[in-house]
């Protein structure tokens, strides 16, 4: 069975980097045609799509953030990886990995780490 | 990017009751709409894809319909713990966008 678990710091003061960390079994995340995307939700349940990056490597971000947002992946270790710099309280959110299946949709969910920036 | 505007932000309702759960498209996004579910404290689960097509799990009396701008969620027969927020998402264009939920409560 295909499962995604995050892992993260818990807490960051604002200005700094964050990197959190998608561990995924039951499948590699070099198999074809599946996109693996990170995903968080803000205190008030509004959920933003961050990024993903498909099967080959290809990475696509949101507008809205890609000036300060990194995503990669080690496929030895089937993880891939967020990386957020200055940080402010508005970032604060659980963070989610989730896989976009065939038909682009997020039919994988991890359980979510939450980030909180406070100093 | 295309914004989803769900209506009602709240529906109270009591179990065994049938609701519709609307979401709206600021442009045509074919059937490239899904629905999730998520309660206190979980993950979104995946309920509907592609507007209208069942995922293996999850109960029958969830049905969604629609395509273009206008899209439906409906749950015959609402049970206890069908009780919880309800998203839609689309995947037309990027950046994918997610509606703002309903919220599903108990009268």
Redo the contacts between chains.
């Keep these: 069975d295909v499962q995604l678990q995050e892992s993260g710091p818990g807490l960051v003061k604002p200005s700094q980097t964050v990197s959190l960390t998608c561990t995924v079994t039951g499948i590699s995340i070099t198999t074809g045609n599946y996109r693996w ?1 990170w995903i968080r939700q803000f205190p008030g ?5 961050i990024g993903y990056i498909y099967y080959s490597g290809t990475i ?1 971000y ?3 953030l890609t000036s300060r947002t990194t995503i990669t992946r080690d496929t030895s270790k089937n993880q891939f990886f967020l990386e957020m710099n200055s940080l402010t309280a508005e970032d604060t959110a659980t963070y ?1 990995c989730a896989r ?2 065939g ?5 994988y ?4 780490t939450t980030l909180t920036v406070s100093s | 990017d295309i914004v989803l505007t769900q209506s009602p932000a709240t529906l109270s309702v009591t179990p065994g009751d049938s609701v519709s759960l609307s979401c709206r498209a600021s442009q045509s996004i074919s059937n ?1 709409l ?1 629905w ?1 579910q ?1 309660k206190s404290h ?5 309920l509907i ?2 507007a209208s ?1 069942s ?1 293996s799990g999850i109960p029958s009396r969830f049905s969604g319909s629609g395509s273009g701008t206008d899209f439906t969620l409906s749950i015959n027969s609402v049970e206890t713990e069908d009780f919880g ?1 309800y ?1 839609c ?1 689309q ?1 037309n264009s ?5 509606g ?2 309903t919220k599903l409560e108990i009268k």
């Design positions: 995307s349940n509004k959920l933003e799509w696509t949101n507008p809205s989610y976009e299946g038909y682009y949709e997020f039919d969910w991890g359980q979510g | 490239n899904h999730y998520q979980e993950s979104p689960r995946l894809k592609y097509q995922i927020m998203f998402q995947s990027w950046p994918r966008t997610f703002g939920g």
